[in-house]
């Protein structure tokens, strides 16, 4: 896998759309799947089907499911039903606000619905006699983190169905107020690391290593931004600890498979991927490009059981 967008042309076929379409509506056994109920339940978001067909309703009515709802169908939602389940969320989170995103996993309605209602959301918590939530900038910065949190993860692209299956801390919506959309957030986050050469692990930043005579090169101390370690005198030019600029370069160059064995967090999610000295620190060797490799946790473990 190369550091690079994915184009259109790799997109889902059409039979695989609506094959999921089929296999939701007879999950929830309905003839008809309106967004939010497929998003919440389908493998995709509804971005692929409206690339595909054109808009929502034709890929409905590609699957041969009804394009609209009976009126027995439609349900009336009271303003208290709304209340209720954001009141019984606080008491089963034990807390006195409720984000949106909080919402979506664990309500019963559509934020979108409460919306209508209220106008805000939190005039909504307010009127349900729970606190605002607290406005939080969010920076281009952080959004890029995010987003190279993830495909270092991941092994690939992120993808809209990434951050709608709850894989990101920020909404598919966020990127597209602060890009134009989400192909366009894609772009720039490259331009930015190629212009910055500087990729954050958000669970790394900050840590200190915790055991300085370890062998491995696991991603605990591995993607640190700072170098905490202290280099050797007369033995090494280079610090043990391995950058995160250095770490993702690594990665790339190995298309962020195993060298040992080919394997991939992007064929499998439960695949974790170390960085590894080739010569190891503690024998001479150095932290340089040359020097690194990509290895999977097993390999590594196994590749230290040799040693």
């Known amino acids: 896998m190369k550091f690079e967008l994915n184009s259109y042309n790799k997109s889902i076929s059409k039979q695989d759309l609506i094959d999921d379409l089929l296999n939701v509506s007879k999950r929830i056994n309905g003839s008809y799947l309106s967004r939010s109920t497929y998003e919440k339940y389908g493998k995709y978001s509804a971005t692929p089907y409206i690339k595909n067909f054109g808009s929502w309703l034709s890929a409905l009515k590609a699957a041969g499911l009804k394009t609209y709802r009976n009126p027995s169908e439609y349900k ?5 039903l709304l209340i ?5 969320i606080a008491k089963l989170l034990n807390q006195d606000t409720i984000t949106t995103s909080e919402y ?10 409460v919306l209508s209602r209220f106008i805000t959301w939190n005039k909504f918590l307010i009127e349900a006699g729970l606190k605002p939530t607290e406005y939080k900038i969010v920076t281009d910065d952080d959004l890029f983190k995010e987003l190279a949190r993830i495909w270092m993860k991941k092994g690939s692209q992120p993808t809209t169905t990434d951050l709608q299956k709850g894989k990101s801390i920020y909404s598919l919506n966020t990127y597209a107020r602060h890009f134009g959309g989400f192909r366009n957030a894609l772009e720039k986050f490259i331009l930015y690391y190629s212009e910055n050469n500087e990729i954050y692990d958000n669970n ?5 290593d915790k055991n300085e005579n370890s062998d491995l090169d696991t991603p605990n101390n591995a993607l640190k931004l700072t170098e905490t370690s ?5 033995k090494h030019t280079t610090p043990r600890n391995i950058n995160a600029t250095l770490r993702f370069k690594v990665l790339k160059r190995d298309n962020f498979k195993c060298c040992a064995c080919g394997a991939s967090p992007a064929k499998n999610p439960n695949v974790e991927l170390h960085v590894d000295h080739i010569i190891p620190w503690v024998k001479g060797g150095e932290t340089t490009l040359e020097n690194l490799q990509t290895l999977c946790s097993t390999c590594n473990l ?3 059981d040799l040693t």
Not at 76 to 80: G, L, N, S, V, Y
Not at 84 to 88: A, F, G, K, T
């Open 230 to 234: 202290k280099t050797p005198s007369n």
């Open 302 to 304: 196994g590749k230290k």
């Open 76 to 80: 009336i939602i009271d303003d208290k």
């Open 204 to 208: 790394d930043l900050n840590k200190e």
């Open 104 to 113: 979506k996993k664990l309500g019963k309605y559509r934020v979108q619905t």
């Open 84 to 88: 209720d389940d954001v009141i019984r």
